[in-house]
């Protein structure tokens, strides 16, 4: 009977979504970013520098790096819609009263958020997936460049929208709609900057700066895992051609290596841990 009501719920909540000014926003921006990389890299292989063109290789790699420019563009997108829908869902129901309709039924708190993160999560991850492959088909058809592992790399960027769905859902417990979704947005811009700060200490060999972007990695897993997306999207010769140990670390659209088992799991129990914090403040908060 839960799982079913859960399963209700998270239909319910897409179809909120679906009506919501913020997809409409969402299908605009994406459209226009799709349309700016398709022009973009329609016009990469007539470059020229000292006197000639790409070659095959260099423009794969150069491609490879462009790709996960605009890929990040396509995640912050993502970043947005989720971070502004998941406080109304939850924050804007309690402010109208319709979460005390509901409420007003034998139906655990607990249950209704689940059902909501789940509808989100499926909103969340389906956009990933829709425009990446559409950044891919349009990537593909231009350079004749197809990221090496697309399927991964998805379901990395897919995991970054629910880390960060779910901390929009336990701020919306304690503040408004509008004020949990800067805050959620803020945070995962000020992670990707720890992390290019990291990534550059790491490349100095400064271990200080290297920590930054370590800790912030695991206090919010968003650039950790957007790490691990560049490195399934990126060519397998990018570290080796633009070299330098500072390169590899600093420059923010390359990844050194894949995500380790150990930090998924973290990533994982990162889920479950706050969506379990947010269903306590929910339970506990007056309707």
Not at 78 to 97: H, M, R, V
Not at 132 to 159: C, E, H, K, M, N
């Amino acid at each position: 009977m839960t799982a079913r009501i859960v399963l209700v719920v998270a239909a319910l909540t897409l179809q909120e979504a679906a009506r919501r000014k913020v997809l409409r926003a969402l299908a605009v921006l994406t459209l226009a970013l799709l349309a700016l990389s398709a022009w973009g890299f329609a016009n990469l292989i007539s470059i020229e520098f000292e006197g000639g063109t790409f070659t095959t290789g260099e423009l794969r790699l150069v491609a490879s790096q462009v790709l996960n420019l605009v890929m990040f563009g396509l995640s912050l997108i993502a970043a947005l819609g989720t971070a502004f829908l998941a406080g109304p869902t939850l924050a804007g129901e309690i402010e109208s009263g319709i979460a005390l309709s509901v409420m007003a039924r034998p139906i655990r708190r607990s249950t209704v958020l689940l059902g909501k993160w789940l509808g989100l999560v499926v909103f969340g991850g389906g956009f990933v997936t829709v425009a990446g492959l559409a950044q891919f088909v349009i990537v593909w058809s231009t350079v004749d460049y197809w990221p090496p592992r697309p399927v991964i790399g998805l379901a990395l960027l897919a995991a970054q929208t629910a880390v960060l769905l779910t901390l929009g859902l336990l701020l919306s417990t304690a503040v408004s709609p509008m004020a949990s979704g800067v805050v959620a947005v803020g945070l995962f811009g000020a992670t990707w900057i720890a992390g290019v700060v990291g990534g550059v200490g790491h490349g100095l060999g400064n271990e200080s700066l290297a920590q930054v972007g370590t800790v912030s990695q695991v206090l919010l897993p968003t650039d950790g895992l957007w790490r691990g997306a560049m490195h399934a999207f990126q060519d397998s010769s990018a570290l080796a051609e633009f070299g330098g140990p500072a390169m590899q670390g600093g420059f923010p659209f390359l990844s050194r290596a894949p995500l380790t088992a150990a930090y998924l799991t973290w990533t994982g129990f990162w889920i479950a841990l706050v969506l379990g914090l947010a269903a306590l403040a929910f339970r506990r908060r007056d309707l």
